[in-house]
T-cell receptor
Framework: GENVEQHPSTLSVQEGDSAVIKCTYS??????FPWYKQELGKRPQLIID?????GEKKDQRIAVTLNKTAKHFSLHITETQPEDSAVYFC????????????FGTGTKLQVIP | DAGVIQSPRHEVTEMGQEVTLRCKPI?????LFWYRQTMMRGLELLIY????????DSGMPEDRFSAKMPNASFSTLKIQPSEPRDSAVYFC?????????FGPGTRLLVL
């Protein structure tokens, strides 16, 4: 089955700096890669996603990149703000009939004002 | 749309008691997922359904855990008997051709 690894597990940055979270996946059949943000005490919420036929996608201050050959993908947050502090999860969805989604272990991002 | 609805939001029970968690998925979604989240293990997929049929229950930790989906708008996750190590936040999520949309979760504490 799919295995998704995520690094780092914790990340502290100064407000205004950039943050990068990296994930690798094992199943080359995976074709869809969402990212979730979970604020303290809340549910994980989808913030951005990327499909396997796209190399990069941007939405305001966040961007995701995908390297299919190397089987890794990354989340980039620029001009970080205190409200970006949360746990971020990457995930990979396989292309099989039942679309199983496998999550990474999460990265706790702290933005220091 | 109201989103995924879960009940109860909080549950405190004593070891050995039966616990039933409930979920109403987003209307029209054909996938339903149950996840468990703890500090130690992170976000674990317990079981998921497609069109009310269980597809993969390999994440269900033990026979004490069972899940049902009698119709497209309702699912339950039952723990019987409950143990302190079952304390966690249990999320239900649903999807249609994309990725899971999570409910607010049930915070379970087993004393």
């Amino acid at each position: 089955g799919e295995n998704v690894e995520q690094h780092p597990s914790t990340l502290s940055v100064q407000e205004g700096d950039s943050a990068v979270i990296k994930c690798t996946y094992s199943d080359s059949a995976s074709n869809y890669f969402p990212w979730y943000k979970q604020e303290l005490g809340k549910r994980p919420q989808l913030i951005i996603d990327i499909r396997s036929n796209v190399g990069e996608k941007k939405d305001q201050r966040i961007a995701v990149t995908l390297n299919k050959t190397a089987k890794h993908f990354s989340l980039h947050i620029t001009e970080t703000q205190p409200e970006d502090s949360a746990v971020y999860f990457c995930a990979a969805r396989d292309s099989g009939g039942y679309q199983k989604v496998t999550f990474g272990t999460g990265t706790k991002l702290q933005v220091i004002p | 749309d109201a989103g995924v609805i879960q009940s109860p939001r909080h549950e405190v029970t004593e070891m050995g008691q039966e616990v039933t968690l409930r979920c109403k998925p987003i209307s029209g979604h054909d996938y339903l997922f149950w996840y468990r989240q703890t500090m130690m293990r992170g976000l674990e997929l317990l079981i998921y359904f497609n069109n009310n049929v269980p597809i993969d229950d390999s994440g269900m930790p033990e026979d004490r855990f069972s899940a049902k989906m009698p119709n497209a708008s309702f699912s339950t996750l039952k723990i019987q008997p409950s143990e302190p190590r079952d304390s966690a936040v249990y999320f239900c999520a649903s999807s249609q051709n994309r990725v899971p949309y999570f409910g607010p979760g049930t915070r379970l504490l087993v004393l």
